[in-house]
């Protein structure tokens, strides 16, 4: 079970990328990186992580939540599973915490060097 979660958790990451480079002609979610889905056991609901190159995110993420029903329409035409699984995106701020932390440890080598 947790091989077919794996393997679905990849196809729907691929396939809602590239549903979202081609099919998606909303200007106010811009440049939307999928980085990650985890899909409940059951195969229910899946939490779609995203990242976006723009500073305005909350604008890209209500826009994302408004197109979600008709993301889901192409993604179940896409998919070979009975069911297509609720879509919950999420915000990934793992990025900028990777940033910060690596600015913070450049800072405290940079007063360790003086």
Known sequence: MV????????II???LSSILQT???NSS???CTITGVETTNDLSISKVYVS?????TKKS?????KSKGYIRSLLAKRLT????PELHFVLDTSL???NKIESIIHELNKDEKH
């Open 81 to 84: 599973i009975r069911k297509c």
């Open 96 to 98: 900028e915490y990777g």
């Open 61 to 65: 993420m209500e826009a994302l939540e």
């Open 13 to 15: 990451q691929r396939e």
């Open 3 to 10: 091989l077919k979660k794996e393997k679905l958790n990849n």
């Open 23 to 25: 099919e998606v002609r």
């Open 29 to 31: 979610i811009g440049f």
């Open 52 to 56: 976006f190159l723009n500073k305005n």
